[in-house]
């Protein structure tokens, strides 16, 4: 059993930065590939990135070339750089350990990001 919890989120302008944070507890964590998954308001949680347990990246065509997914497995540690936001990433930012697009533990709390002038 892994639980997660996500900090960093804000409100931040279109065009603006931010990066998230995402603990991980118990011993499994670097086993797993690691998903940023998010949630708009009224939509389906959707991924918008993942990292294999070795570090190779992969995106959704929404955040390819503007989100960056990077992970420290000795620290339990997932990140998410975020540039060039746009109103539409608005969302609750949610990381997990993943499976074809499915998380596989109990979703933490998130953390909001909010892209709004």
């Known amino acids: 059993q892994v639980q997660f919890v996500e900090s960093g989120g804000g409100l931040v302008q279109p065009g603006g930065s931010l990066n998230l944070s995402c603990a991980a507890s118990?011993?499994?964590?670097?086993?797993?590939?690691m998903g940023w998954f998010r949630q708009a308001p009224g939509k389906r949680r959707e991924l918008a990135a993942v990292i294999t347990s070795r570090g190779t990246p992969n995106y959704a065509d929404s955040t390819r070339g503007r989100f960056t997914i990077s992970r420290d497995n000795a620290e339990n540690m997932l990140y998410l750089q975020m540039h060039s936001l746009k109103t539409e990433d608005t969302a609750v930012y949610y990381c997990n350990a993943q499976r074809g697009g499915v998380g596989l533990f109990p979703w933490g709390r998130g953390t909001q990001v909010t892209v709004s002038s």
């Open positions: 118990g011993s499994e964590f670097s086993i797993y590939t």
